[in-house]
């Protein structure tokens, strides 16, 4: 405003830093200065002082700091970092050893469970359901471009498929996977169709809608769901064998009865861990082939450009739907594997905006479409809060601290997109 | 040549509200031959090509497309709007309503009419090769069974995706950027690859809208190569959309000229340049310009 373009560099630090906290007492003038004090009110006229004078150091400094040789060069490796590509291809032999590494995590994965406590173990099992909802959300949004706000609902269609289904038609833990796979499917397809036409900002706030719906409808249901009581899911069996102290259902032998050992309450967070990673595994196995299928090639290239597509002779409608539907179908299984860990307790307070936020911060910082990036992503944001117990006051302001970070450095995601590399023979 | 064209436009017309963007356009596009879309700015020639590739719903007129003995209607597989007679005929009224469910512009370039656009549209964050491997979806094995494991079908399906993607690359001459991004490709490459992913399609007709567009003289003297080598080569006609004058009196065989939404002239490239409205459309806004 009144710096001038032939100032001295710290003139000009000085002139701006001084607007910064004149802006600083404006604002800060009638939220701390006035307090009300019954109908009157008391000024203080120090406190607006002290903080503007900390925002106008604070900004001179920067300033400062910016002029030296090390800020000079932080400045230049932004400006880098923002005009790089995080998209790269492959080259031939870049994974070579891939499946030395990913056989060594498998295993250690599977052995994992054996040596963790009751409480790591539930943490651990919810971290790789987050991971599941990761996957199938990093479809729709991260692969086929479309901005979903309304995932969680379904998430709360699997678990409330097991619950329900148990509740009325018996339906057990191992049918109700692919049930719930299914019905989130056809709840995937019906949300789908509606919002075929619309991009963006309006697919969100309709995505957004629809996951309230859901919610609301298992909220308000009570003679259907619970209402809020919940819902009770049946306990997961193996071959008819129960993880309980006590067989609950006539005819069912206890799994220690069975191999005649102490009773463990471990047992079955064990074995629900055991087969959500193998689930996981799957999924990812899945995805990274379809990926690099027809189906998966569309989806990206409907993200790409949706024009150019219709040009091509590919049906957009049938390309959306389909993503929907997997992301979807993801989402439903993570829901059966959650009514499991919970107890066979599920409620609708699990399925509110917060968790839908929470799943897209995980395909967003895990990087659109980077499969690798969104199972850390989901790790480190499920169990990073759990260690950090102690800060749990400060989750959603790390949180929110975070995505800025991320958006302003790394608006791609954490690790860079690769895409595959094809020789004349073949896909390498 | 033959006696019934490829693509037949009859009586197009098309209003965005008050405004007349095409009034009564009429041509043909002869099979196997160069036709190029001439005519001053605002004239209607994207309009033209958008109503032809289903990127608009004309508002009046027949485009037909007739290939091998049977015919396409290209504005009925977009989907229309039902009509009073489709409530007494159980059938029209089933068709319309399988085009409103599953019609749209991509059944336009499955009838066999491929096109390019004006400002490139490229899948800039995929490789090149994947851009012409998302061009064959459509002949590709989609099963997820098989695709999932890999199955001996699948691979053989993929095999001939790639053979056919490398063929086109050699043809346009990008073979050693086959794993490059799109995006970061020249800009003369980008219109060449665009041009091999139309023609990835397998199309009848390939519309380019102004393919010379930013090109220098030399690349310009490829395209003509180039599209001249599709037309006798790869069984394909050719419709153009260009200002380049050099190009388009160069390579077409049928000029067709509109101006202000309207055909003013058609003919061979001898005919047009002597023709008095075209010369009177041109210089016209030449020297309104000037």
Redo the contacts between chains.
């Keep these: 405003m009144f710096s001038n373009p032939n100032d001295p560099p710290v003139l000009a630090a000085f002139k701006d830093s001084l607007l910064v906290g004149v802006i600083a007492l404006l604002i800060f003038g009638p939220i701390s200065g006035i307090i009300l004090d019954g109908y009157s009110f008391n000024t203080h006229f120090k406190t607006p002082l002290i903080l503007a004078t900390i925002v106008f150091a604070g900004r001179f400094a920067y300033q400062m700091a910016m002029l030296t040789p090390w800020g000079q060069k932080f400045l230049e490796r932004l400006a880098f970092s923002k005009g790089k590509r995080s998209v790269y291809v492959g080259s031939p032999n870049d994974h070579k050893y891939l499946w030395i590494i990913l056989l060594v995590l498998f295993a250690a994965g599977l052995i994992l469970p054996f040596y963790l406590s009751k409480y790591a173990l539930t943490v651990a099992i919810l971290a790789i359901i987050y991971v599941l909802l990761g996957l199938g959300l990093n479809i729709v949004v991260g692969l086929a471009g479309l901005l979903d706000l309304g995932f969680v609902a379904f998430y709360a269609v699997g678990a409330y498929t097991f619950a329900l289904g148990s509740q009325y038609i018996g339906l057990g833990f191992w049918t109700a996977i692919p049930v719930a796979a299914a019905l989130a499917a056809i709840f995937g397809g019906i949300l789908g169709f509606p919002v075929l036409r619309m991009h963006g900002d309006y697919l969100a706030i309709v995505t957004l809608g629809f996951g309230e719906i859901i919610r609301l409808v298992l909220n308000n249901w009570t003679s259907f769901t619970g209402g809020p009581n919940g819902a009770k899911a049946a306990e997961p069996t193996l071959f008819g064998l129960e993880f309980t102290r006590t067989a609950k259902t006539e005819g069912h032998i206890p799994f220690h009865e069975f191999f005649g050992t102490v009773y463990n309450p471990n047992t079955k967070f064990i074995f629900l861990y055991i087969v959500v990673f193998l689930m996981a595994c799957l999924m990812i196995f899945f995805f990274s082939r379809l990926r690099s299928m027809p189906m998966g090639r569309a989806w990206e290239a409907l993200r790409e450009d949706e024009i150019a597509c219709r040009s091509l002779g590919i049906n957009h409608v049938i390309v959306k739907l389909s993503a929907f539907m997997m992301g979807a179908m993801t989402g439903g299984i993570g829901g059966v594997f959650f009514a499991a860990q919970q107890g066979g307790f599920v409620n609708p307070t699990s399925f509110t905006f917060f968790e839908s936020a929470l799943i897209l911060a995980i395909v967003v910082l895990g990087g659109m479409g980077s499969t690798v990036g969104v199972v850390i992503a989901a790790l480190v944001l499920t169990l990073l809060p759990e260690v950090l117990r102690d800060f749990s006051d400060y989750r959603v302001l790390v949180f929110g601290g975070l995505m800025i970070f991320m958006m302003l450095w790394k608006p791609r995601g954490f690790l860079p997109i690769r895409r595959p590399y094809f020789s004349k023979e073949g896909q390498a | 040549m033959t006696t019934t064209p490829l693509l037949s436009v009859q009586g197009l017309t098309m209003r965005f509200g008050g405004i007349l963007a095409l009034n009564n356009v009429n041509f043909e596009v002869q099979k196997g031959s160069i036709t190029a879309l001439i005519g001053p700015n605002g004239a209607g020639k994207t309009t033209v090509f958008n109503c032809v ?3 608009y719903k004309a508002t009046e007129g027949q485009i037909i497309l007739h290939d091998k003995g049977h015919e396409v209607n290209l504005r009925k597989v977009l989907g229309e709007k039902f009509k009073w007679s489709d409530y007494v005929n159980p059938s029209a009224f089933a068709e319309r309503l399988y085009y409103k469910a ?1 019609g ?4 336009v ?2 009838a066999g009419v ?2 390019t ?1 004006q400002n490139i ?7 090149v ?2 851009n012409l ?3 064959q ?2 002949h ?3 099963n ?1 069974i098989r ?2 494991l ?1 199955t001996k079908s699948y ?1 053989a399906s ?2 001939r995706a ?2 056919n ?2 063929y086109w690359l050699e043809v346009v001459n990008l073979t050693e950027d ?4 799109a995006g ?1 490709l020249p800009y003369g490459n980008q219109r060449r690859l665009e041009i091999a ?2 023609m ?2 397998e199309p009848k007709l390939v519309c380019l809208d102004e393919p010379a567009a930013g090109l220098n003289p030399r690349e310009t003297v490829e395209l003509s190569t180039l599209i001249r080598h599709l037309r006798d080569k790869h069984d394909v006609t050719v419709l153009l959309i260009e200002h380049d004058m050099g190009l388009v009196m160069g390579i077409s065989e049928h000029i067709v000229v509109l101006d202000y939404g309207q055909v003013i002239a058609s003919g061979t490239p001898k005919e047009i340049e002597v023709n008095p409205k075209v010369l009177a459309a041109y210089l016209g806004t030449e020297e309104g310009d000037a």
């Design positions: 590739t289903g990127f599953f749209g512009s991509h059944r370039n499955q491929a096109r656009f549209r490229l899948f800039r964050e995929m490789t090769v994947e491997l998302v061009a979806h459509r590709l094995d989609r997820l695709g999932t890999n691979r993929e095999k790639l053979d993607a490398y086959a794993n490059r991004l970061d992913r139309a990835c399609t």
